[in-house]
């Protein structure tokens, strides 16, 4: 039987307009600090073979969630969004009733790496948001760096049915090719069932001017190892990725680290997971 292959989906991006929302965590005079919207994505997907994305929050606002939204409504190509909430908010379900009335709103994510205390998602009142997401049969992702990892058993200890993903491999300090502890405590992490990855984010972990594929390639072949390829998603961490390359090299990048699986293992990678995991409607 011939393998027919799924969709291919870029399972994590943004788009910001720099005068609708706070986006302080840009440096000051940062290349990333100009509108990046759905007119700009779909010349670029096209032509890399894309055919769906999800979009996921940038700044922590609920009223970020309803314009991605309807983003959604207007453009074929966006499958899904992943918004933001207030997971410590003890009104959060009736946020999560609102969002959900689009039938694009797929998850919620926190921006947890940037909070002074690594143990947030334990320490702050987000385990009873993350309640509600499983109620509401909602995904989570994990926006971890290395410092975070060992509170995420944690946090599924006392959320188990969480559908969880964690974003851009947590973020290993690939400039620097370090893998430890990185590597055993996201091996801790994987071994959880149910919880994916994402192939994304590595280009600006690694050196942005100098990178090449064998700086990304040994982070990618350890996940490989610990979550399997029907666990992991591509994603480009477009238009971030493009302080360290253009949407083009980071998609090809990943499929040529990738290019040994088998057809139906990268069919998962570059868009069956993210379509399962994310129950998307492609």
Known sequence: MSHVPAPVIDSHHHFWEIGRFDYSWMPENSPLAIDYGPSDLEPLIRAAGIDYTVIVQAVSSADEARWLLELADRHDFIAGVVGWVDLTDPEVGYTLDELQRSKYFRGVRHIWESEDDPGWIVNSGAINGLKELVRHDLTFDFLAKPPNLPFIPRAMDQVPDLRAVVDHLAKPLINDHVVEPWLSDLRKVASINGIHCKVSGMVTEADHQTWTIDDLQPY?????????????????????CTLAGSYTRVADTAREILRSLSPEAKSDVFGGTAARFYRLDV
Do not use: A, I
Not at 220 to 240: C, E, K, Q
């Open 220 to 240: 990618v072949h350890h996940v490989l190892g610990m979550f399997g390829s029907d666990r992991l998603m591509f994603g480009t961490d477009w238009p971030v």
